[in-house]
């Protein structure tokens, strides 16, 4: 019976623990700290319930906010990520955090659309080239927002990266020399306390790979990095690393030489351990030396983890137009070839390089009172006559469209495969999407897919040369954002022309009942429920 005491003692620090943990969760319930909303990329808010099915429709402009940033070529604004309850010099707030091209960090008000901060990142280096836009030379990552310290986290076009306080913009950490200077890195991730981007395209004399640094001491930043090309396009997913529950990080890299042996691994997702960044596996498809001969590499698209039953996975898909299934504990089987499950051809029947295929990422849902789980898929272009039938269609798509697949399991076998399920109408091109509560949130960006002039913009006819940043802004629309009923695809709501500019390797952020979206413009867009009050 002495014992009692104690027993009630461990039981009320566990109790009280429990309070603690579960306070600390739910005050940051509904946010978005990075691109995708995960250091998974799913784009699912799992834990929104404000916006629906039954009342998407009553959607409209809550307000429209310029910044003062200057676009570097294509280049502008970052994808939105969102906090909530940050204490700022006027009060407790939601706040909206983007990234500016210009070398700037905007903090807004999200209740308003008001400034609240924002920060100009102190550069002692200049480019040697003028900008362009496969090299903008300026901030092109998505920051990523450390909910435990209250810290967002970006990289200054000098290749530094600064820790700044959520509510005032006061640096933190930093700044630290993360990656070359002007190179070319993508949306911030975090995990572990690490910090991870990934590089591409040479940008700053920079080489392609997967590059973290370890940020709990700031005295002494740990900086590792993975190589995995020295040629090609590296890796150019806009989500940039993706990081498993597995304690694995996977990138997809684009085209140029594979050989394992040297460290190649071009047309290939790979994977590395979290923190050492050791490489662990790969996949490469067996048609790798036909996706570089045609410029049709996985660099467009970022993959997504998820769980499905006993498996982990990821799902992948690039310029070819095949999307692909992989066990995420063994990549591509024993050969390092063989997929679990690899679509038919959705796109690009004219194999080429641009404005066709998958590009952004695919995205995932779990329909947790079905107990389904949903992949969407953005594909650019018309969709190929190898495509699967979808049971639901809704319209014609002649620019691009959204296609939803459901994960089911082989019959004979039990491992995962995809079931298609609904096809959108008409996106003019669709960004990656993001799911809430039974909800897709899909943009159309308006942008220019066009590359370069030549007979077909093809590799089957090299005759081409690269437009100039200001061709590739010329014959260009509005942006738009849709709502689609995420089991159907039947559209619940259009923004119509509320969004004026359009949009270039962007993303969408859902946060407590309302979504925010960017244009070229430096605009930043915030929309929710008709009868809804902040």
Known sequence: MNETPIMNRFFLRLWLFLIVLLTAWSAYAGDWPTFAHDPQRTGWAFDEDTISPSNAGTLELKWKAHVKNVPKALSDLTAPVVASRVTTPSGVKTVVYVGGSSNHLFAIDAATGKPIWSREFETYSKPTNPDFWLCPQGINATPVIDESTGTIYEIAMDGKLFGLDLGTGAIKFGPIQFVPPFSKNWSLNLAGGEVYTSISQGCGGAQSGIYAMDIRNPLHPVIRDLLVTKQGGGIWGRGGPTIGLDHRVFTANGDGPFDPIRGDFASSVVAATLGGLNLVDYFTPNNYAYLTQYDLDFGSGSP????????????????????????????????????????????????????????????????????????????????????????????????????????????????PTLQPAWISGDFNLP???????????????????????????????????????????????????YALDARTGKQLYSSDSAITGWTHFSGLAVANGRVYAVDHDSNVYCFGLKDEKP
């Open 431 to 481: 960004e990656p999407v993001v799911i809430a509560n039974g909800v897709v949130f899909a943009l159309s960006t308006g942008e220019n897919p066009n590359q370069v002039t030549g007979e077909s913009g093809t590799v089957i006819h090299p005759g081409y040369t690269l437009l100039t940043n200001t061709q590739r802004e010329q014959n260009t629309a509005h942006a738009i954002l």
């Open 304 to 415: 997504v983890w998820f769980a499905y039953k006993n498996y982990n996975l990821i799902c992948v898909g690039g310029k070819e137009g095949v999307l692909y299934m992989l066990d995420a504990d063994s990549l591509g089987g024993k050969d390092h070839h063989t997929p679990l499950y690899a679509t038919p051809l959705l796109g690009n029947d004219a194999v080429t390089f641009e404005g066709q295929g998958i590009w952004g990422a695919p995205s995932m849902w779990k329909d947790l009172p079905r107990d389904e789980t949903w992949i969407y898929v953005p594909v650019l272009g018309p969709v190929s006559k190898k495509a699967p039938q979808f049971p639901i269609t809704n319209g014609d798509h002649p620019h691009g469209c959204i296609m939803a697949f459901k994960v089911v399991a082989n019959s004979a076998s039990g491992a």
